[in-house]
């Protein structure tokens, strides 16, 4: 019997014997061809934030010189009542839009999944809505839920309700808009559930079929346990795009944000102060304070769900 000796594991990093280690500069064509992404993202990416965030401490009309202020503008948005009905729109809008939204989906999912047939039409279906202008489908939605001639209201007077002025008061906005929002998005989020629930072994199906588990009984203890990362980017994608909602309110009930400003979300309270109002350094305070909005909604809904999966 021989004995082979075996030479002790290299440190990671270290160069091979008798071989010269490469330079940084050595891997060059390499660096290059990534070059073009980080030159458009310091562009068009890190050059606007950092614009941004120096001109929320400043005072700029748009053509005149900058005027440093210091927090002048911060302390303006603390006692801006029109900030902080623009953010309650925005959370109430939030809430409206994404529990429903999310809730829909996820069921729309575990249908599809156990569908048999024509999966791949429910799949263009679902989605089709997330393609679609929302430009177009915003104009479309204030048709259908305009006072006189709207779909809405058409259906109300065929079973002899009585109608109502959706676009003309505070919490009728407020539904129209987050019913666009859930049709938009309700069909991208199927296809999300749908692709984490086709991930789950059968194997545990079969095995909680055999013990007499029922399909509530599956689900609670299978189906949405396993589904927990996925509803996590779900909910985090919700959140960033919810608390960013615009183009909706601005298409279906005007800048100024409809009745009682009802409509008026923060975005476009931000883009009534840079572009119509010309107080480019007060709206880059409003910038800078959705952006904190997000970060803090996006970290307890990760803490939340993070915290939960580890239990």
Do not use: C, H
Request: hydrophobic letters at 50%; proline letters at 5%.
């Amino acid at each position: 019997m021989t004995l082979t000796a075996t030479a002790p594991p290299r440190p990671a990093g270290t160069a091979t014997p008798g071989r010269p280690r490469k330079s940084i500069w050595s891997y060059w064509r390499f660096y290059l061809a990534l070059s073009p992404f980080y030159v458009l993202f310091a562009v068009f990416g890190l050059y606007p934030v950092a614009s941004t965030i120096l001109l929320a401490f400043q005072k700029w009309d748009g053509l005149g010189p900058r005027q440093m202020v210091g927090l002048q503008n911060f302390r303006f948005l603390l006692e801006d009542s029109t900030f902080w009905l623009s953010l309650w729109n925005t959370l109430v809008l939030f809430v409206m839009s994404t529990a429903p939204t999310l809730a829909i989906a996820l069921v729309l999912a575990v249908m599809l999944n156990s569908a048999v047939r024509f999966k791949g039409v429910y799949r263009v279906a679902y989605f089709i809505p997330n393609v679609t202008s929302l430009v177009a489908a915003a104009i479309f939605f204030a048709a259908v839920f305009s006072t006189n001639f709207g779909l809405i209201n058409s259906g109300l007077r065929a079973l002899g309700l009585p109608t109502e002025d959706w676009l003309g008061q505070p919490w009728g906005i407020k539904i129209a808009i987050s019913t666009m929002i859930v049709w938009q998005w309700t069909g991208y989020n199927t296809i999300i559930y749908l692709a984490g629930l086709q991930a789950i072994p059968t194997e545990q199906y079969e095995a909680a079929k055999v013990d007499g588990a029922g399909p509530f009984r599956t689900f609670f203890s299978i189906t949405l346990p396993q589904l927990r990362p996925v509803v996590l980017f779900t909910v985090i994608m919700s959140t960033i795009g919810g608390l960013q909602t615009f183009t909706e309110p601005q298409v279906m009930v005007g800048e100024s944000g409809g009745a009682d400003q009802s409509g008026l979300t923060t975005v476009l309270y931000f883009y009534n102060t840079a572009f119509r109002a010309n107080d480019y350094g007060y709206a880059g305070a409003i910038a800078v304070s959705i952006f904190l909005l997000v970060l803090v909604f996006t970290a307890i809904n990760w803490r939340l769900f993070r915290g939960r999966s580890s239990e």
